[in-house]
Structure formats: structure tokens, C-alpha cells
């Protein structure tokens, strides 16, 4: 059973005249930003800065990436209203939260953008992830990258945005089911995530990608979605990388053209294409 939702994305992007290099104006797009407030029956939970495409997903997605709300079958309705900049979720048993207080007390500032927080409840329950390992070919993951770089509209028309895709590889060419981009990758995770539990989506076989960089709440989420594997163009964080190999997610970051670095699980790539080193460039 899914909420009753709203359906109200924003456009992606604004059209402005700007000055180039040369003095001369130019129209060119920008990407927009826009506070939402968070409630869960009233209660505020947290207020995001997002591109505002995907808003209902957001809320869902941080709910359960946030371990708040376990049950989907639990929310009665999303409802977005722009004005007044919040997203209002409404339980069934109007209660919201459970020890919401408590959890809200108990968070860490993190190194996400726009500062993303942990709540104590997520890191308890983060251990009882059991992860398969998943194979993973080389020629799947260049394919991959090739894929995913047809995908970045609103980055190609405004910059200032992170893209985060939910893939799968097994058995022929990769396909990617979801794309989102916000002005945040936490952001663009949460939508995700929003989408997998509205479609009951598993995330065993799959893989994420992110643009940008790999810390320990990348990680977490993805651990949380049950998604194995994690790709990014962008580096990683020591704590990140700890946390990848507590919970065995193969990670694979600074991702771009023909380069990667494997920096955990490199037991599960398939080196099925592997370039010649002679007419390869200097790594990123």
C-alpha cells in the first residue's frame, strides 16, 4: 500500500543572462535551490536545500535512510506545498515518530552537503546489514560510465549539481533505472531511495553510482538500500573506507574514461578489459 502523494516537482533549472570571459551577456540556465521543511505529523524533523524534482521521494528516502519511519505501509500521505516550503508526511496512527526526540537529540553533523546528519538510531541498526558480494565485470563498469554520462542533463545545462544513479549489470549491457540530480548527493541518494521503497525495488543485485565523494554516510545509505556495490568519479574518505570494508560493500571511486581505483572488494572485479597501460594518460 503507497501514501497518497502530491506530484509537485520543480522545473530543474532558471534561465538568467550572465557576462562571459569576453563581455559580451549570455543567457544560460542555472540550477535552482529551495528550502523544504520535513514535518512527520506536525512534528519538524529537518530542513533540506534541494533542486526540488523529486521532493516527495526526498522525504520518503530520508525517512528510511534515516531509520525514522520502518514501515511505508505506516504513512497515510506526502504532501508538498512550496509556499509555505515544507513536506508534510501524515502517519496513520498520527503519532509520527516513534521517540522522535530522542532520535532528533541523539544526530552527528556530517561531511554531506549542505551538512548532512546521522541519527543514532541508523548507526544501531547499520550492523545488522548482511550484504552479498556481487560480481562485477570491467567492461561493465566502463560500460557503465559511458551510460551514466548520457544522463547529466541538468549538470550539462547549469552545473552546481550531484547526480546519483540506481543500476544493474548482471547479464548483458547495464541498465539504469533511476537517475536523479539535486544540489546535493545526499539529496539525490534520498530521492533514490524513496523510489526503490515506493517500488519495492531490492537492492542486492544493484549497483549506485554517485558523483561525488565517497564518505561514511554515502556508504551507510548505500549499506541501508541493501546495494553491494558503490561507484563514484569522485575519491573517498578514510571513515568511508572503513566503513566499506565493516560492511562489505565494494568500492570503487575515481571512476572516470578508463581509469578506477578499487579500494575495497577488488575480489569481486572481473578484470575482463583491462587496458594497456601504454596508451593510457596519467590518472586523474
Not at 570571459?21 to 540550477?31: M, Y
Not at 535512510?65 to 515544507?86: F, K, Y
Not at 556508504?219 to 538500500?225: E, P
Amino acid at each position: 500500500m503507497q501514501p497518497r502523494m502530491t506530484r509537485a516537482g520543480l522545473a530543474p533549472t532558471h534561465p538568467v543572462v550572465a557576462i562571459d570571459e569576453t563581455g559580451r551577456p549570455r543567457e544560460v540556465r542555472i540550477a535552482g535551490e529551495s528550502p523544504l521543511t520535513l514535518k512527520v505529523d506536525g512534528h519538524e524533523v529537518v530542513t533540506l536545500m534541494t533542486l526540488g524534482t523529486h521532493p516527495e521521494a526526498l522525504a520518503l528516502g530520508y525517512l528510511r535512510n534515516q531509520r525514522l519511519i520502518d514501515e511505508l505501509a505506516s504513512i497515510a500521505t506526502v504532501e508538498v506545498d512550496w509556499e509555505r516550503e515544507t513536506v508534510q508526511v501524515s502517519t496513520f496512527s498520527g503519532t509520527g515518530i516513534a521517540d522522535w526526540q530522542e532520535k532528533l537529540r541523539h544526530r552527528t553533523v556530517t561531511t554531506g552537503c549542505a551538512q548532512g546528519t546521522v541519527f543514532s538510531c541508523t548507526l544501531d541498526k547499520l550492523y545488522d546489514v548482511r550484504l552479498p558480494q556481487v560480481e562485477v565485470r570491467q567492461s561493465a563498469v566502463y560500460a557503465l560510465l559511458a551510460a551514466i554520462a548520457r544522463h547529466n542533463e541538468i549538470y550539462r545545462q547549469a552545473g552546481a549539481v550531484h547526480g546519483c544513479a540506481l543500476c544493474r549489470v548482471a547479464g548483458g549491457e547495464p541498465e539504469i533505472l533511476h537517475f536523479v540530480e539535486d544540489v546535493g548527493r545526499h539529496n539525490a541518494a534520498d530521492a533514490i531511495a524513496g523510489l526503490m521503497w515506493l517500488e519495492d525495488e531490492p537492492g542486492d543485485d544493484k549497483v549506485f553510482y554517485t558523483t561525488g565523494r565517497l564518505t561514511s554516510e554515502i556508504v551507510m545509505k548505500t549499506a541501508t538500500m541493501g546495494i553491494p556495490v558503490l561507484l563514484s568519479r569522485s575519491g573517498i574518505t578514510h571513515m568511508g573506507l572503513e566503513l566499506a570494508r565493516d560492511l562489505g560493500v565494494t568500492l570503487i571511486a575515481r571512476a572516470k574514461g578508463r581509469h578506477f581505483l578499487v579500494y575495497n572488494g577488488a575480489e569481486n572485479l572481473v578484470f575482463d578489459a583491462t587496458p594497456d597501460p601504454r596508451r593510457l594518460q596519467a590518472a586523474p
